[in-house]
Each structure stands twice: as structure tokens, then as C-alpha cells.
């Protein structure tokens, strides 16, 4: 009876408090700190080609301007928005400050071509403008722009940024935006990301599903030239070859606001009229060649059936199943994935050890902190670089912010699965406050890329920790209220204790680890068993529990969000002073973006929000490394164990046992 | 933690009397060591009776200069935390080794995919089939010798003029 009450009580105090939504447009949640679109100052420039050099994905490109005082050779930077992944390579190794950030975000077109930046656009401080918008048409034009359904399909990283447009926090419905299932019902598809192949023919086949008018939205550079991703030997470079793509947003990944404002922009033409490029789909231009679905052979003439969950089903993220049916009980499942495989491994092989920590948050979006981490931390062994005391501290913020997220990420989709969307929408709401204080920390809100060989970048801002407590405060609240109204909810429990369970033995010789393996009892967790940057000082309690199943695997996650506070709390206490990053190897070089690291090899694990990862690098004392072995933390857990702990279930279990199981398809594609 | 080190150190030295290994290093909990292919499949029976249960992954290097593979895979203990990682090498030319699918069920998975990625097979795992890819007909592309400039140029760029 109390727990009735309380969740009454929480959800009245929900009623009563101020709105989460931010208002749209113009005030725009952002920090100063963003790494938005740069600003080139001329006078400044000395046409060294230092970052045309150094930017990993060939987004600059010097052009010949006249020759002057300063600039002796007269070549001047022109940035390719269709590629430039705001990493910061470029500003941060201009020696004279020619090049800079600022926080503006926006970066949307109709035409990809207008998004090369010359010098001279460069060096103009960015402004939003609106374009005029058109008369409306008609009754009808103006109803259809009015109720834009967008098909719900996570195709890459990009999604990320459209999750907060579900959540209370940006709100798609007061545009009368809807995510829908169904392609027949979808008015908009929304090509978030990269686009292997295998993605390619399902992405396809949506957009000649969806009736007339349909409108596609880019979000990203990968589906515009590749992107991050120009030199993966499985990902399609320009998406428009094949659909045609009517707006198309800029940004690595581009934050929810230029995702609005395309909206809007689409909103307006629509009223005006505006029925989106002829429909055509080419497929002549390669890679269309389908492999058929390893189909588990049911038998016709009993009850069995196949059927493949998956790629397009908002409870499977773009991965796939193959699952053999008896009615509606599971006989047999094998994994079907591939749709995220950009081939991490090969490209970072001819990058430098500097330029991979642009790439590795990269392999898996939900978690990209942790990726950092463990990279920084294997080239740091490799090259016996010990990093300053304040650095490890400032790592461990980070990493469990990032955790934090994760996790408010995973429990709201185990609401989604479960049929509490409010509670989905609520708790992503909150991550986005999450996600403020890491662009206040790092400058970006995703890809933080804040850590660096020997540390990381910059140091916190005087007002950081007066921030983060408030954060703090606020979310220790939000989670007794997560706890009334999901985790101590009586349908909640219902539908999770006692599904899916998954023993010690069997979580332990499937290589399942992180928080699911301790919902199974195993007190095992890299902070403390092989205690990483300054995590022995801070100090952790673990969180377990017995049971093991979808519900133990949830209530983990919730528990170690509070952990993480905690130790987010004892971190900033504790911050030591000092330097934030080391700047010479062991040997008394400098390290800079072409360091060359010691012949040798080093094995570094770490715990990421979803178990244990490891990577193993093997560097030839070249300034790129030999080979690197990326195992990530989902890669038994989903590929292994989740087919198997499948058999007997329900159909209509498998979403909830696979959120529980905090999936993340881009890890283990890589 | 020093009985975990002491267990360490006496594991290591019991591991060195039994069999061949031609590199043995321990830096922290990691015990690294390299031998023969035999030898390799033979740790790894004895290895899961010594309780490391977790196989982490199976992997490959491509040393195209020595016309070799290196072929490792990285175990845990759970309960006094050390990590073993065996390697071996095997033959460019030849690339095959014993698989060892039945010692580690999630070895199975780890090496389907350096079946794919690197052309290495393993006998005796029933799952060598395409995970990532679709219709690969090209060299396994983290190969070293696998040009990936010349694919993605052909593959992306020049498709239409083919």
C-alpha cells in the first residue's frame, strides 16, 4: 500500500516541479566549452599545414591565398563540415590560436556541397538564421506538416542525439513528431549515421516501403562522404547515390538542437507545399547483393516457424536475430550481426596512437568515455607514461559520469520494453542533464574525446564542482523517484523477476560481464580487482545481486548509478592539485600527434558501463600502432549468451531479457 | 593481494616445469607466454582445470614481414584475478589451428570471427560462417596485405563507372 502512495506522491511532485523540456529555439542548453563550428582568423594564420596534417578524416584542405608578412607561403584552411568530426586536433595544434572553437552547433543544408567551408566563411562568426517561412499551401499541407511520423530505426551513432528528441527533455510531440514502427505508417526516415552495407538494403527497402510524400533526413557526415569512417572498407561513403535525401545535418554527431531546427526548416516547407525529392532508389551503384537469412530450418508441418527479430524493431537496436518458433515459445536463436562492422581494428592501424582516441569512443556510442579510457590507458603502459594524479581523477569523473548515463540510458529502455513510457521518457530527460555536465567537463556532449596521451585536455572550470554537486543532489531525488514509479513498481517486478536467469556458471562460461554478471552473484569488478587510474584512491563498493535475472540485472544498474555518484562525490572532495596531463615520454620527447611508442605490447581492461573491456595493442615503435585488439564488453554477452538464455521464452520476452542485458550492437561489430 | 601474487608466482613456476614455452614474462596479473601449437592446444585443457574459466578472446596478428600468424587467446581466473594470455604461430601460407571451441564455449564466437576477418580456420569449430559481412569476396580484410585504399576506391567511390 505505501509503495502506491509514494509512486502517487512522485508522480504528483512531477506534476507540480518545472518542466524538464527545454524551450525551442532559441535557448539553447549549451556551454561555452562545446566544440562547435571553428572560427578562422586570417591575420593570425601563418599557413604552416599543421592542421590539414594532423585532422584524421582529411577535412582540411589548404587553399592559395595571397602571400603576406605573416603567412609566407600564403595557404590558408578551408574546413569540409561534410567531414569534420569537431575532434579539436586542428585548434589545439595551431601554434598561433588562427584557428577556433565556438559553441555554435548548427550546421544543416539542403545542398552537402555548401557545407566546405572557404577561409573566408570561416573567419565570418557563425549566425542562426531562419529562413522566411512560405505561405501555407493549403489545409492539407498545413496538416501534414503539422504530424510528421519518423520510422523508428537506429540505424548509427547519430540516433543518440535523436533519443533526447523522445525524452522530456527536447520533446518531439509538441511538433507533432511521432516515432512509429511501421514504415507503411512513417512520414520522415531519419538516416542516423553510418551505413554499412548490410544496413544499406534494410534502409532501402524502409524508404520504398513508406508511402507518398516521404522526406529523408541525414543526420551526420557519415552518410554524406563517410565521415569518421572514409576509409572503412564497410561503409557506404554517400547515401544519396542510392535514396534521395532532403536535409541533411553536419556533426559528429550533431546535437539535438540542428535535429530540431531541421524540423522546423521541414515543418515550414511542407506548409508551403513541399512533397520531398522525387522518389527513386538507385541500386546500381554496388553493394546490393543480399545474402539470405540463416534461417534455422523450422519444420512446416508442425508448428514451427522462422521468424528474424530484427534490424528495424525498436527493442533490437540494429542487430538481428534468427529465432526458430513453436507458436509463440523460442525453440532455437542465433545471432545475426554485422550491421554496425566498420572494421575498427584496421582503421586504426593507419592512424596515429594520437589521432585513435578520436576514433575509439566511437566503437560504441552509448559508452564512448570508457573506450578513451582504455585506449589512453594501453598506450600509456606501452609507452610507460604515468599520468599526473589530478588527470587519473579527472578520468574517473568522466568514465563514471559516462556510466551514469549509460545506465540512465539502459533503464530507460528497460521502461520502454516493459511499457512504461513515461518512465523512458522521464529518465532520458534526466540523462540529458548528464550530458550537460560532461560538455562542461569535455566540450562535447557524446564523443567527448577528453583524454589524451599522458592525461587529459583541460582542467575543469571554477564552477565545475558547484555544478556536479547540483547534478548530484538532483539525481539522488530523480532516483527515489525512478525507484516508486519503476523499480519498486509491483507490474515491473511482475514482468521481470524470474526471467531470463542466468546462473554463476553459466554468465561465467559465456564471458558475460559488468553489471549482469554481478546481478548473478559474482562480486567481480575491474575498479576494484585491478584497480586503473585513480580508482583505488577514491574507492568503490560493488554492487551485486543473487538472483540473476532481467529484474536483479536492472536493479544493478540502478544501485551502481548511485555508486557512481558517490564516487563522483568523493573524487571532486579529493581532487588533488597539480598538473592535468604529462607532456614528455619517459624518454624526454614530446608527445605530440605523431609520437612514436615503443616496440613492444601491452594489455589493459577496464570496467566500461557495460563489463569488462580490454584492449591489446602491439606497436613496431612506429608512430601508427601494429594491431589492436578492441574486446568489448557485449561481444559474449549478446553474440553468446543471449541466443541461449533465448530457448523456452516468449516472443514477447525477448525485448525486455535484451535491454536487460544492456545491449550496445556498435561494440560488438565494431 | 600478496597471497594472490604468491599464487601467481607458484602457478607460473608449476606452469614453466610442465611445458615448453619459449617466452615467459608476468607483468602485473598478466602471465604472457608463447610456445608451439601443441603446446598451445595443451594449455588450454590443463588451463580450464586450473580454474580459468573466462575466456576473454581469441585473436590474430598478421606478421606479413615473418610470414606468420600469431594466434592468442587471453584467459581469467576469477577468483584470484589472473589473466593468462597464450600465443603461438603458425604458417602464413598455412593457416590453420585446433580450435578450441570445446575447452570455451565463447572462444567459439571470438574465433567465427577471426575466421572471418583474418582467413585463419580453426578445426574443429562448427560455426565458421560470415558474421560481420555480407558477400565478402575480397582478401579477409584485416589482413595486412588486404589494401584498403584500393577497395574503398573501387567499392565507393567508382562504383558507378564500373
Known sequence: ???????????????????????????????????????????????CKICANVCPNNAIQMLEREK?????????????????????????NCPTGALSFTNFPILLTMKPETLNYTPEMLAVPPTLEHPEAPKIKNTVSWARSRSIWIVNYMTGCCFIEAVPWVASSFDMERFGLLAVGSPRHADALLVGGYVTPKT????????????????????GNCPMTGGTYWDSYNTIKDISKYIPVDIWIAGCPPRPEPIGVAVVHAIQAIQGGYLGKEEKTDTDAGKMEVSPYPLLGADANKTEFDMVFGSQHPASGNFNMALKLDGEIIVDAIPYPGYLHRGFEKLMEYRTWLQNIMLVPRICVLDGAS?????????????????????????????????IQSHLMNLGFGGAATGFDTIERLIWGDRDQVLLLLEELTGARIYHIFNTIGGVRRDIQPDFQQKAEQLIHFLRERLQTYDNLLIHNKTFIDRTEGLGILSKETAIQNDVTGPNLRASGVDFDIRTATPYEAYQEVGINTVTATKGD???????????????????EHALDQLPSGPVCETKTPEDKKITWRLKIPAGEAFHCIE????????????????????????GPTFGTILVMFPKLLHGMKIADVPVTYWSLDQCPADHDR | MKDKALELTAFSTALKSHYALSEFEIRENLLTLTTDTTTYVDLSTYLKDQGF?????????????????????VVHHLESNIYVKVATRIARSKPAITSL???????????????????????????????????????????????????VDKEYFKAREK
Open chain 1, 68 to 92: 603576406s608578412e605573416e603567412n609566407k607561403t600564403g595557404l590558408q584552411p578551408q574546413i569540409d563540415f561534410r567531414k569534420c568530426c569537431f575532434c579539436g586536433l586542428c585548434v589545439d
Open chain 1, 200 to 219: 544499406l538494403k534494410r534502409i532501402i527497402r524502409i524508404y520504398s516501403l513508406m508511402p507518398q510524400p516521404k522526406w529523408v533526413i541525414a543526420l
Open chain 1, 371 to 403: 573506450y578513451e579510457l582504455a585506449y589512453s590507458g594501453v598506450t600509456e603502459k606501452l609507452a610507460g607514461i604515468q599520468v599526473p594524479i589530478r588527470g587519473q581523477y579527472l578520468r574517473v569523473v568522466q568514465a563514471e559520469l559516462s556510466r
Open chain 2, 53 to 73: 574459466s573466462r575466456c576473454l578472446t581469441v585473436a590474430v596478428i598478421d606478421w606479413i614481414d615473418q610470414g606468420e600468424f600469431e594466434i592468442y587467446y
Open chain 1, 608 to 631: 566500461a558501463g557495460r563489463g569488462e573491456l580490454c584492449f591489446h595493442a602491439i606497436s613496431t615503435g612506429e608512430n601508427t600502432p601494429y594491431r589492436i585488439k578492441v574486446r
Open chain 2, 101 to 151: 571451441s570445446t575447452i570455451w564455449k565463447s572462444a567459439t564466437m571470438h574465433e567465427r570471427e577471426m575466421w572471418e576477418l583474418f582467413g585463419v580456420n580453426f578445426v574443429g569449430n562448427t560455426m565458421l560462417k560470415p558474421l560481420f559481412l555480407e558477400n565478402w569476396t575480397e582478401k579477409p580484410p584485416l589482413r595486412k596485405d588486404f589494401n584498403w585504399h584500393t577497395y
Open chain 1, 1 to 47: 500500500m505505501s509503495r502506491i502512495f509514494k509512486a502517487i506522491k512522485s508522480v504528483l511532485g512531477l506534476a507540480v516541479s518545472k518542466p524538464m523540456t527545454f524551450s525551442f529555439p532559441p535557448d539553447m542548453p549549451l556551454t561555452e566549452l562545446y566544440r562547435g563550428r571553428q572560427l578562422y582568423k586570417p591575420e593570425l594564420c601563418k599557413g
Open chain 1, 550 to 568: 532481467a529484474y536483479h540485472r536492472f536493479l544493478c544498474r540502478r544501485l551502481e548509478i548511485e555508486e557512481s555518484l558517490n564516487i563522483i
